[in-house]
């Protein structure tokens, strides 16, 4: 059985949202008490809360890099700001020395061990001198991998393949990192064979990494297994839409192929992505992923059945901006792919209930109140 | 408009003007990789804010011209740094914008940039071959600007990105990424310049760029994401550029944009109370200019340059901005 709102459920846990604010620091202690449906629903408010509550971790650095996130303004005095410059001397003085170092070596097309530790050196200071990378790797391609057996050239890249996993804990979102993982896997004479393809929520350098391994291994892992592991993904966290995006491709592949009954699997999917809805009617997430299961709204008895359970969420929370939203979509569906099996009276009950929507949209949902006038325009055509 | 604090284009200015200044900092050296990049950025917001010379011509053609790497035929971010498509479109935005492209080889570097397409379409950023359409987009960016489109398979770099296009109307960076505001402007742009926006389903994108904006106005750039002032350019170009830019609440971002100002000293951060830096400067003034933020100077939301000088080369598309605003006392 379906939930009842999981807001209104968690309301009762939780009498005030203060509670679940002080929990943000607690997290795992607060949720050990709880059973698995109500981390569910408390998590999504800690989510929520934690943006507004949690500091962004502060790396110091100054107000010289060209491209920031999350990286508190800090205010120095004169004197705190010159005291820090002295600190980073010796710093500065060594990475100027190791770059003068790796750029002469390059320019002298040096192919050497010697050269090849010393851009590993550079990079473990700054992993973005992408000049870096590249030099690395043609080290790699003209000068040790010729000398190398298979076996040995496997080697060096699985050590590469560590190194950026250790440096990837610290930057996970450097692109020419995730790049020359991807050049290894490239070059590794079998072919990729990594086991550890475990991909962070949100991050889609990861996501985009574990979509390129799992298609060009050797093995195919089965797309029924990646399959679970959105599921995973889903149930611990119903808002992670790079999770709900990678399940859709999947899904296609698999009803395409027919791998998956595609109307048992969609029945499947409308029963998992309404329990997300009705647990969190405000998380864009399961709507939009509704909304592709809806398609081009081909089938009239899937709308009407989606409708129906989308107004008795409505019912229940009469402001869900989602909710009218939803509906005028799929109303509005329903008139223009299905208008033919309509009565005259069917059809203009649908026209004016989408009309009052929309004009309910506009004032629960201000910002986006223009487009909800044109497509209110658009009916009357 | 009276409520909004001012932008305060003093300040700024003289911010970017102070970025080359402090040579003795760790992270500006650590940051070579972007200076080419940096110069654009910096250049670019200081045209939007009507400072064009508040930075030396001269000084800054000899820098872009002393990143050029003649074993590619490119540019690198710095002096000795490697090509990449990402540095040598902004080297030619900055000549461009500097009315300097006479000092380039330009079938030189039409050849290496054309180099960079893969049979299936896409462009990669460098010789190694990472693939997006962000780097589709420099390319079709740097080839509109030199006038060298004539020379591109534009039916293969259109199918590409038409692979990557989602059921939510977005477009991921490769095939299979989710739908990411940030590659959702470099696709447009592409199918912008190359006049084939037709590819594009405008109610539904229209649809997800406008649910990007938060109840504090700022953007995010997926689902369920936190709001950053980059995504002012990278939604706003793109709302433009299906001509849909009224779909969002324009006070109240504008008044997002200059709450991640640092009113002490200057710059934009990706959001308030946040270390600014030149790359949000420029994305949050150029964001204020589509929303017709009274003073600024109209932007180009595919070019991400002047509007008026991409009028003048006959390379301005069908895009629409909101109207400049008038400041009320």
Redesign the interface.
């Known amino acids: 059985m379906r939930v009842k709102s999981m807001k209104t459920m968690v309301l009762q846990v939780l009498p005030n949202f203060a509670l679940a604010r002080r929990a943000v620091n607690f997290p795992r202690l607060f949720i050990s008490y709880h059973s698995n449906l109500q981390i569910q629903a408390i998590q999504v408010l800690l989510v929520r809360e934690q943006r507004t509550f949690l500091q962004v971790s502060t790396i110091k650095q100054s107000a010289l890099s060209p491209l920031m996130h999350g990286v508190k303004r800090i205010r120095y005095t004169q004197e705190a700001l010159e005291a820090l410059k002295q600190r980073e001397k010796a710093k500065l003085k060594e990475f100027q020395a190791l770059t003068e170092e790796v750029l002469t070596k390059k320019k002298a097309g040096d192919y050497s061990k010697d050269a090849f530790d010393s851009t590993t050196r550079l990079l473990r200071v700054n992993p973005e001198f992408y000049t870096v990378w590249n030099y690395r790797r043609n080290i790699m391609i003209h000068g040790i991998f010729p000398q190398c057996s298979p076996a040995e050239i496997n080697d060096q890249l699985s050590e590469d393949l560590s190194m950026t996993t250790a440096f990837l804990k610290q930057h996970p979102k450097v692109y020419w990192i995730w790049n020359h993982r991807r050049w290894c896997l490239e070059n590794v004479p079998d072919g990729p064979s990594e086991d550890d393809i475990n991909a962070d929520s949100r991050n889609f350098h990861a996501w985009d990494y574990r979509r390129y391994v799992l298609a060009t291994m050797p093995v195919p892992r089965t797309e029924l297994s990646e399959l679970a592991f959105t599921t995973k993904k889903i149930e611990a966290n119903f808002s992670n839409f790079s999770a709900w995006h990678q399940r859709s491709k999947l899904l296609s592949n698999l009803w395409e192929s027919g791998k998956l009954d595609s109307s048992k699997s969609k029945e499947d999917e409308f029963e998992l992505v309404l329990n997300a809805i009705y647990t969190d009617p405000e998380d864009q997430s399961a709507w939009i992923y509704h909304a592709w299961l809806i398609g081009n709204g081909n089938d009239a008895s899937i709308l009407n059945r989606e409708i129906k359970a989308i107004q008795e969420l409505l019912d229940e929370q009469p402001d869900s901006k989602w909710c009218m939203e939803s509906l005028v979509r799929y109303k509005r569906m329903l008139l223009k792919n299905h208008g033919g099996s309509l009565s005259l009276d069917e059809k203009q009950r649908l026209y004016e209930e989408c009309s009052s929507l929309l004009t309910q949209l506009q004032e629960v949902d201000p910002q986006r109140r223009r487009r909800y006038q044109e497509i209110a325009e658009s009916l009357e055509h | 408009m009276t409520s909004v604090p001012k932008l305060n284009i003093p300040l700024h200015v003289k911010y970017i003007q102070s970025?080359g200044e402090?040579k003795?900092?760790?992270?500006?050296?650590?940051?070579?990789?972007?200076?080419m990049?940096?110069i654009y950025?910096g250049l670019t917001a200081l045209i939007v804010m009507g400072h064009k010379d508040a930075l030396n011509r001269e000084e800054m053609i000899d820098f872009v011209l002393s990143c050029w790497d003649d074993q590619a035929g490119g540019f690198?971010?710095h002096p000795?740094?490697?090509a990449?498509i990402h540095s040598t479109l902004s080297a030619i935005q900055i000549l461009t914008m500097q009315g300097a492209l006479d000092k380039l080889d330009i079938p030189r570097v039409t050849k290496f940039i054309l180099s960079l397409q893969q049979p299936s379409g896409v462009f990669a950023g460098?010789?190694?071959?990472?693939i997006d359409n962000r780097f589709t987009f420099c390319a079709i960016n740097a080839l509109g600007l030199l006038g060298q489109l004539d020379k591109l398979d534009v039916e293969k770099t259109v199918s590409y990105i038409r692979k990557c296009k989602?059921?939510?109307g977005g477009y991921?960076?490769?095939i299979?990424?989710?739908?990411?505001a940030a590659m959702v402007y470099p696709s447009l742009g592409t199918l912008s310049i190359l006049n084939r926006m037709d590819e594009v389903d405008v109610d539904t994108l229209?649809?997800?760029l406008?649910?990007r904006?938060l109840?504090n106005?700022g953007l995010n750039g997926?689902?369920?994401?936190?709001e950053?002032v980059c995504y002012s350019f990278w939604v706003l170009s793109s709302l433009s550029m299906i001509r849909?830019l009224?779909?969002?609440?324009a006070d109240?971002l504008i008044a997002f944009i200059l709450s991640a100002e640092?009113s002490?000293?200057g710059?934009l951060?990706?959001r308030p109370?946040?270390?600014?830096?030149?790359?949000?400067t420029v994305f949050g003034v150029a964001g204020l200019s589509l929303l017709g933020y009274p003073g600024l100077v109209d932007i180009d939301p595919v070019y991400c340059m002047p509007a008026e000088l991409i009028e003048s080369m006959g390379l301005r598309t069908g895009w629409e901005a909101l109207p400049r605003k008038a400041f009320t006392s």
């Open positions: 970025l402090n003795d900092d760790l992270t500006y050296h650590m940051t070579a990789h972007l200076r990049n940096a950025w690198g971010a000795d740094h490697d990449h460098d010789s190694f071959g990472e989602n059921f939510d991921g960076a490769v299979g990424a989710e739908s990411h229209g649809w997800w406008a649910e904006q109840p106005g997926r689902p369920e994401k936190l950053d849909k009224h779909w969002i609440d109240k640092d002490e000293h710059g951060a990706d109370g946040d270390q600014p830096d030149v790359f949000h």
